[in-house]
């Protein structure tokens, strides 16, 4: 249970107590928040002591007479929004002019609740303004976090982006000042250097761009019926001549009715992305098993390889963007750490489910589930 | 240069990069001991005591510079740090000193954007050396 403190502003004893003794027993719920709230009433009897209740504690809701004995309730609420205070306010008031109920509202109060009042009258103004109070704050919760978000992909990303760079232009640097003296064969390991980053550079923009198609929305996905055994196929002619230069072997059965409404290019994405990965990763001589396994509800694409593996650790965040396994091993191997968070948003998109099963040294295996038909087509009745 | 070289420690997980900060930093006429993240920095701090520390921000994680710059100094109050960052730039992010809060645990003494020149660089290390 949360409690939301409501500080009563009021001359009158009596309207003190009442509130208070309404608000004792009090409490508000709604289906869409985790606990219920209550409330923990404070008295002031001027405005003037109210303001400063209002700068020593944290107060969640006003109510706030007008008529006060020195500066009135409009003055109040005046200073709590020259202050911006995190809180709500209801005027109560016994004579509500219009030009009152403007000012007040221009000033940010939130409803008015007319003297006298019955106690259930009271309940449902405080039961209104307490959900109020609830969203305002969340909304701003969930704006901050979607910034805090954005800011640090764009942080991370900006890293990335940036490293090859640095790592190029130190290279050209070294030759430029002949670091290593005269002779160009002794830049060798330099000049590849860089095009290797460079070539990382470009794979990195390209999966820049999936992703953020992938984010906005805007692509429209081509749906047709493929064959998952004619894309498979494509992707591994397509990543043949980087297994071949890695000497691992690439297994591919094909099997009966693999067929799924799609895109084809972003099927194509997902094998890419997760064959690529059981090549680049592998051992020499290695071997990588791709497998399609359809039943009733669904395919199953599944890649496995012989390569070296991932500890429990490194195994808790793949997914995440810009994630990539950094060790002895992985050092050599470039990539731009988008791929696995790509083929996880393309798996969902399409109501799956992605897994991984790793052993250090031994390999790794990932499963896409993708259901058999699109959950996000009307389904059949 | 005299015989009693300076040993920087030069911590980056970009092996380029390191490469040639470290052929750049040599060339000053310092010695360079280098490591590729934070866990191998931390191997290397037990074993000697660089007179400066060149840490890059990003590595294992986004702040293992900061954290390997505060256990540095746990051990070693008195050698300087120099946290090279390429994020300042693009994202706004600042670094500063000058709030005490972050002086108190963060514990660099200077911020060095990643593409910074090289006689700017040796006047940095000069200055914090005190050469």
Do not use: C
């Not at chain 1, 249970?1 to 502003?9: C, S």
């Not at chain 1, 020195?70 to 004579?95: C, F, H, P, R, W």
Request: glycine share 6%.
């Amino acid at each position: 249970m949360a409690t939301l403190k409501t500080l009563i502003v009021d001359d009158e004893p009596g309207i003190r107590s009442g509130i208070n003794r309404i608000l004792r027993n009090f409490s508000v719920g709604y289906p869409f928040m985790d606990e219920d709230f209550d409330f923990d009433a404070i008295d002031a009897a001027t405005g003037e002591e109210a303001i400063e209740i209002l700068n020593s504690q944290q107060i969640d809701i006003v109510l706030l007479d007008n008529k006060l004995p020195g500066m009135d309730g409009i003055d109040v609420l005046e200073y709590i929004n020259k202050k911006q205070m995190d809180l709500a306010v209801m005027m109560i008031t016994s004579y509500a002019s219009l030009e009152l109920a403007i000012k007040a509202t221009n000033n940010g109060a939130y409803n008015f609740v007319p003297k006298p009042f019955t106690p259930d009258e009271l309940r449902s103004s405080i039961e209104n303004i307490a959900k109020h109070l609830f969203l305002k704050r969340m909304t701003r919760r969930m704006q901050e976090e979607g910034k805090q978000i954005r800011f640090q992909f764009l942080s991370v990303l900006s890293h990335e982006l940036k490293s090859p760079l640095n790592a190029v232009e130190g290279y050209l640097k070294m030759m430029q000042e002949r670091q290593v003296g005269d002779k160009l064969d002794d830049y060798e390991k330099m000049i590849d250097r860089s095009l290797v980053r460079i070539k990382g550079m470009r794979s990195l923009i390209m999966d820049l761009l999936d992703l953020t198609k992938l984010e906005s929305g805007k692509k429209q996905k081509e749906l047709k019926k493929i064959d998952l055994n004619d894309v498979a196929k494509m992707a591994i002619d397509t990543m043949e001549p980087y297994a071949i230069q890695r000497n691992v072997k690439v297994n591919f059965d094909p099997v009966e009715d693999a067929t799924l409404t799609a895109d084809v290019e972003e099927m194509e994405i997902i094998f890419n992305n997760l064959i690529s990965n059981a090549i680049k990763y592998n051992k020499d001589g290695g071997q990588v098993n791709v497998f399609l396994k359809p039943d009733d509800l669904n395919i199953s694409i599944r890649v496995e390889d012989t390569g070296i593996g991932m500890s429990e650790e490194e195994l808790s965040n793949i997914f995440q963007e810009f994630v990539r396994i950094k060790n002895q091993k992985t050092r050599q191997i470039t990539g731009s750490g988008l791929g696995l968070s790509i083929v996880k948003k393309l798996t969902e998109e399409y109501g799956g489910d992605i897994h991984v099963k790793s052993k250090p040294d031994v390999g790794s295996t990932f499963t896409v589930i993708l259901p058999g038909t699109l959950t996000n087509k009307p389904k059949q009745s | 240069m005299n015989s009693e070289m300076k040993k920087i420690l030069l911590v980056d997980d970009d092996m380029d990069y390191l490469f040639v900060t470290k052929s750049t930093i040599k060339n000053m006429g310092f010695e360079v001991v280098t490591a590729e993240g934070q866990k191998e920095a931390e191997e290397k701090i037990k074993e000697f005591r660089p007179d400066l520390a060149i840490l890059d921000l990003m590595m294992e994680n986004e702040d293992s510079g900061f954290i390997l710059s505060y256990k540095l100094k746990k051990k070693y109050p008195d050698v300087p740090v120099i946290i090279a960052t390429s994020v300042t730039a693009e994202t706004g992010y600042t670094f500063d000193l000058s709030a005490p809060g972050e002086k108190q645990w963060i514990k660099a003494d200077m911020y060095m954007d990643k593409g910074i020149r090289k006689d700017q660089l040796q006047r940095e290390i000069r200055k914090l050396l005190k050469l």
